[in-house]
């Protein structure tokens, strides 16, 4: 299914995008300590010590998403894991790999050993937008995020609700809170 698989690479090459994200934002602690990938949304979980700011949010949705708008080649390479290592290439901690490795790198921006499947250019994704954050167990937050036509679509339904708030208030969208 092309269009299934499509939306899954925007979802996986995003997770990518996040990570070196959240590594540039909060530090060279985060590592990642899980994730799902699918065509609907995608969630990662990393080291941190505590919550995410909406300002901490925003910061790094806005770096993903400037990559993404720089429109980076992805590539893949096989290499030896010494040499992939050597590269800078991120690797899972107590993950075993084999002798050779495929290293993915987008732009100088991330580089992991990656077996998925992937976008050829990072402006394919379209948009990320986080939708959640949460703690799922001590030192190890969960972000959620969606991209492309999923991404668009969440944000036309929150504008529509807004719309609908605005009106329940007799304001407009501009001054829905001071109304509420």
């Excluded at 609908?164 to 304001?171: D, F, N, Q, R, T």
Aim: one cysteine or more; a neutral charge.
């Amino acid at each position: 299914d092309v269009t299934r698989r499509q939306a899954t690479a925007l979802n996986h090459s995003a997770t990518h995008l996040l990570h070196a994200a959240l590594r540039n934002i909060l530090g060279k602690h985060v590592t990642q300590k899980g994730s799902l990938v699918d065509n609907s949304r995608l969630r990662f979980d990393f080291s941190h010590h505590q919550p995410l700011s909406i300002d901490t949010l925003n910061a790094i949705e806005n770096l993903v998403n400037q990559q993404v708008r720089a429109n980076l080649k992805v590539e893949t390479k096989i290499m030896p894991i010494a040499t992939a290592l050597e590269s800078g290439a991120m690797a899972l901690f107590g993950e075993k790999y084999s002798d050779e490795v495929r290293v993915l790198s987008m732009g100088d921006f991330s580089k992991e050993l990656c077996g998925g499947t992937h976008v050829s250019y990072t402006g394919e994704i379209g948009l990320i937008k986080i939708i959640a954050e949460s703690g799922v167990a001590a030192g190890v937050r969960r972000l959620e995020a969606i991209t492309g036509a999923n991404a668009i679509s969440w944000m036309r339904d929150t504008e529509t609700k807004l719309e609908h708030i605005a009106e329940l208030v007799k304001g407009n969208r501009e001054l829905v809170e001071e109304r509420v």
